[in-house]
């Protein structure tokens, strides 16, 4: 079983929808959890983090947390063509101080 | 002023030979990483530096080799590079568990 695990995609939504990621991962015990945004070629960059059960809102992004079911989303309203990029998400695993990423999940918004 | 800095940003060498990868940041975190991301995107952990310290070492193979002579400074030397090691290297640095700040990676291509 992989620490996390991201459906890879591609997740199409049109202009103006809302896109769901999903994200689950392996240990109860974590703590610490991160949205990253990678643009091809580019290096990923920090959208959301999230430490407590529920839901975590900033502009557009929303980031939810169900430690019991060990799945963190992230919602992202009125979806944007500037929005295409891949997601990664992140969790602290064993509060390690290491992050164990997920493969991502690639979303196109088209226009 | 760039906050994690590598250099270089793409390297093409033939197999067998033994190369660096620089990194600093100016951001005065205690902790650097180095990542590498293959071409699925997938995003793995292989060292860590906590103030000149290794504390993480992933199962990589000893022809990695981390550097780090002081807390803002964290090197990757390869020796005998192999077809599989092409991949983008990406350092980053944290503080205190809190979210990585990614350099710009460095896309390595062994021929």
């Known amino acids: 079983q992989k620490e996390v695990e991201q459906n890879s995609g591609p997740l199409s939504v049109p202009e103006g929808a809302i896109a769901s990621l999903n994200c689950t991962y392996s240990?109860?015990?974590?703590?610490?959890f991160f949205w990253y945004r990678q643009y091809s070629g580019k290096s990923p960059e920090l959208i959301m983090s999230?430490?407590?059960?529920g839901d975590k809102e900033d502009g557009r992004f929303t980031a939810q947390l169900n430690k019991a079911s060990q799945y963190v989303s992230l919602l992202i309203r009125d979806s944007q063509p500037s929005d295409s990029a891949t997601y990664l998400c992140?969790?602290?695993?064993?509060?390690?101080?290491?992050?164990?990423f997920g493969s991502g999940t690639k979303l196109n918004v088209k226009p | 002023d760039t906050a994690v800095s590598q250099t270089p940003k793409y390297l093409v060498t033939q197999m067998g030979n033994d190369k660096s990868i620089k990194c600093e940041q100016n951001?005065?975190?205690?902790?650097m990483y180095w990542y590498k991301q293959d071409s699925k995107k997938f995003l793995k952990i292989m060292f860590s530096?906590?103030?000149?310290?290794?504390?993480i070492n992933e199962t990589v193979p000893n022809r990695f080799s981390p550097k780090s002579p002081d807390k803002a400074h964290l090197n990757l030397h390869i020796n005998s590079l192999e077809l599989g090691d092409s991949a983008v290297y990406f350092c980053?640095?944290?503080?205190?568990?809190?979210?990585?700040?990614f350099g710009s990676g460095t896309r390595l291509t062994v021929v």
């Open positions: 980053a640095s944290s503080q205190n568990v809190e979210f990585y700040t």
């Open positions: 240990d109860r015990g974590s703590q610490s």
């Open positions: 999230i430490y407590s059960n």
């Open positions: 992140a969790v602290d695993l064993y509060n390690f101080n290491k992050f164990y």
């Open positions: 951001l005065g975190h205690d902790t």
């Open positions: 530096y906590n103030n000149k310290e290794l504390i």
